[in-house]
Each structure stands twice: as structure tokens, then as C-alpha cells.
């Protein structure tokens, strides 16, 4: 380890987490320098919902490599792009009724996607202010960070964050309160404080935030409610989206129609840097290289997300599958939380986006270490860190995911007997 503790910044994270050197990483499993085997439900955060280097898409890209390939073109046309763009209108967008929406290719990381947003928002509408919700996570570069709930990202920024209006999210004061209601009342109160904003911008499952959903009811009025004070509707999409909640964008079949729709993380299928923001052709009113960026033509990622969507979206076979393996994974998690049911465990989240939260962070944390030292990657989300979360790739086995919750029902009860027998003292 010492290169990294000599060489890398102190600002690494996940590998304090995980402290072993990988060497390897196959569908579901990441392979330790020593040969140790783990489950991966950590996923790149999100990005590897295909698995690690599946066949059909490390294929497609030796083969564009060793065709010589456009590697880097700026915004150029090139015929990975031409195949992309072909690809994602025909398989994803056509058959949701979403063909008329056009594509920007921003800088390659879901934050550089936010930004565009919000920064095309502000120009379309010309107003400053923008609406965003409690524990939301949008990016840690400025702009996006204005937009981040998180104390402990806000807390980097070394400048003032502004022109954000930070609203409740659904259910953030219980299932009686209407926080739509709430919205509405200080949108229209010309006291409230509150500017009149360019945009909303929604996770409609919350990710880091842990895991918190909302419901298509609640969505519908969001959007009535923007419609009404005339501000876009930004849906952020770059961790639930991409097939994790078992549709391909998170808000399908909840009656709503976003002005844009950032995506990033799973998008290139392999691991690969690629950031898009979806937008209504009336809102394409930037100027030629208005926003722009040197990587935001990742030809590689074209190759490998025209070859995902090809192998698993032509059919509903794999949503499907998704359905029924979250299904799984949540029915092993509720008996875990009625299990220690005396510590108000519940499980949260939709489709293989999932989780237990725990009374505190220390206990999800000594549950996550468990599972590491057992053979699980699995990491925290949460205002305190206190929701065990499951990002396990889409594609893993069934008798995969029975072997990652058997390590975690162990770690469970490890946390939790630990914990009774504490108390008792």
C-alpha cells in the first residue's frame, strides 16, 4: 500500500472502505492482488450495471480499438457516435414515446451533465434560482454542488453556494404532510423569500440521500406545479437510471415528462466516462460551443452503450429480470429488519436499488466492515450514513445474490447481538 499512502491525495475514500489492491473484476465478483474473491454490490456506485467487463461489450470495443477506431474527436461526427445516437432513439427513446428529444453531450461525469442543466435552465428561462430537495445529490463541482443537500460535500466548496432554494422532499416530514402543498404556498406568496425559479431539479429515487422515493402522485404534482409557475422540469437520473429500478429511466409509467434528463454512471455500459443531458428541442438554445469540453465525445463509451442496449433492451426480458431479482433481494432484507425488528430496521428503495436503514451510522458501518472481511463489497448512504445499500450489478446471479445476503444476514447479527449484549451490560 505504500505508493498510495506516499503518492495519492488524502481525499480517496472508498478505498479506506476497501483496503485490499484489486487486480481483477468479472460480472458480478471483484478479484483481490492475493486471489480473494468478492461479491460486488457496490458496483462503481451505480456505474457497472452491466458488471465488470462483460463479454459482449469488451468485445465491441477491442473490436472499434483494434479497427483503429476514433478514439477522441471533441464534438466531431464520428461513426460511433452516428451508431449511438441511432441506437439509444431507436431501443430507448422511440418505444417510451421520448424520440423527440435531443441529445448534449457534456463534459463525461454526471456532475459535468448537471451543470449543463442547469446552466441551459437559467439561459432558456432567464432566472437564477433553482429548486432542489432535501439529501438530494447532484455533484460536488459548484454549480451542482449549490444543488447538494450533503453538509459534508457542501462543506469542500471553500465559497458560497447560491441562487438554490432547497424544498422538502416527498415524505420528508412524514406521509400526512404534503410537501407539494408546502411548494406551492411559498411559490405563490410574493413574501416568502423565494425567488421565482428557472428549474426543479429531482432524483426520483434518492441515492446518496438514502434511498428515498417518491411517489408517481407526488411527481405529477411536482410537475402540475412547474407547469404552473413556468419552471423546467429537471429529473436527474444518473444513479437511478439506466435499468436500477427496473425500468430504464426511473420515472417510467408515473404520468410525467421532464424537460431534461441528466444521465451518466451505468450510460456507457462498461465503466467508461460518458454524460448526456436529454432536452425538450425548445429549450435548445445555446449557441455553437456555447458549453463545451474536451472529452464530451467519448467514442469508446459510444461503442460500448450502443452494445448494451443492443444485448438487453430490444426486449422487456431483462427489466424483468431486474423486477424479480429486486424482489429477491428485498424479501431477504425484510427478514432481516423484522429479525431485529427491536432496533427499527426497515428496508428502502425500489427495484435493485435498495437498502436497511439502521438506527445510526456507527452500526451500518460495523455492518459493511463485517461484510467486507466475509467476502461483500457493500457501502453506506444516508444523511448519517446510516442505510446499508445494495448496487449490485444487474446481471448477477441469483445463487450470487443469496451468497452476498447470507454475508450480510451474518453481519447483521454480528452488529446487532453485539449491540444487545452491550445494552444488557
Known amino acids: 500500500m505504500k505508493h498510495f499512502e506516499q503518492n495519492e491525495s488524502g481525499v480517496r475514500s472508498y478505498c479506506r472502505s476497501f483496503p485490499v489492491i484489486f487486480k481483477q473484476a468479472q460480472g458480478a465478483e ?34 472499434y480499438i483494434e479497427s483503429d477506431g476514433l478514439t477522441h474527436g471533441l464534438d466531431m461526427y464520428s461513426l460511433a457516435k452516428q451508431r449511438f445516437l441511432e ?11 421520448m424520440q423527440e428529444y435531443l441529445v448534449q453531450f457534456t463534459g463525461p461525469t454526471g456532475t459535468n451533465a448537471v451543470e449543463a442543466a442547469l446552466k441551459l435552465a437559467r439561459k432558456v428561462t432567464g432566472r437564477n434560482n433553482i429548486i432542489s430537495f432535501t439529501n438530494g445529490f447532484h455533484g460536488v463541482s459548484l454549480g451542482a454542488l449549490a444543488t447538494t443537500g450533503n453538509e459534508h460535500h ?8 447560491n441562487d438554490v432554494s432547497r424544498m422538502p422532499y ?23 423569500g423565494v425567488d421565482k ?12 440521500g438514502g434511498l428515498n422515493c417518491a411517489s408517481a402522485q407526488w411527481l405529477r404534482g411536482l410537475e402540475k406545479l412547474c407547469r404552473k409557475h413556468e419552471m423546467l422540469l429537471i429529473v436527474d437520473d444518473i444513479q437511478a437510471g439506466c435499468g436500477r429500478t427496473g425500468s430504464f429511466f426511473s420515472f417510467e409509467n408515473m404520468g410525467i415528462k421532464p424537460d431534461m434528463i441528466t444521465l451518466s454512471k451505468s450510460l456507457s455500459g462498461y465503466g467508461l466516462p460518458f454524460a448526456v443531458v436529454l432536452l425538450r428541442p425548445e429549450l435548445d438554445q445555446w449557441k455553437p460551443g456555447e458549453h463545451n469540453g474536451t472529452f464530451r465525445g467519448n467514442n469508446h463509451a459510444f461503442v460500448t452503450a450502443a452494445a448494451a442496449f443492443e444485448q438487453f433492451w430490444q426486449t422487456d426480458e431483462f427489466a424483468q429480470s431486474v423486477q424479480r431479482k429486486g424482489d429477491r433481494i428485498r424479501a431477504r432484507m425484510e427478514q432481516i429488519a423484522k429479525r431485529y425488528s427491536a432496533h427499527k430496521l426497515f428496508v428502502k428503495g425500489r427495484g435493485m436499488m435498495l437498502g436497511i436503514n439502521c438506527p445510526d451510522g456507527e452500526s451500518a458501518a460495523q455492518v459493511c466492515e463485517f461484510s467486507f472481511e466475509n467476502g461483500l463489497v457493500i457501502e453506506t448512504s444516508g444523511a448519517y450514513s446510516q442505510v446499508v445499500k445494495c448496487l449490485c450489478p444487474l446481471i448477477i446471479s441469483e445463487e450470487q445474490i443469496d451468497q452476498a445476503m447470507d454475508i450480510l444476514d451474518r453481519a447483521f447479527a454480528d452488529t446487532f447481538a453485539d449491540k444487545q449484549v452491550n445494552k444488557a451490560s
Open 30 to 63: 471483484l478479484i483481490a492482488e492475493d486471489g480473494t474473491r468478492y461479491i460486488d454490490f457496490l458496483a462503481g456506485a451505480g456505474t457497472l450495471n452491466y458488471g465488470h467487463n462483460h463479454p459482449v461489450l469488451k468485445q465491441a470495443l477491442l473490436d
Open 87 to 97: 441506437t439509444f432513439n431507436r431501443i430507448i427513446l422511440k418505444p417510451r414515446g
Open 154 to 161: 457542501r462543506g469542500g466548496a471553500g465559497v458560497n453556494l
Open 170 to 192: 416527498a415524505n420528508y416530514f412524514g406521509k400526512d404532510v404534503s410537501t407539494i402543498a408546502m411548494m406551492e404556498k411559498l411559490l405563490e406568496d410574493p413574501s416568502s
Open 197 to 208: 425559479p428557472a428549474a426543479v431539479i429531482v432524483e426520483v429515487v434518492q441515492g446518496e
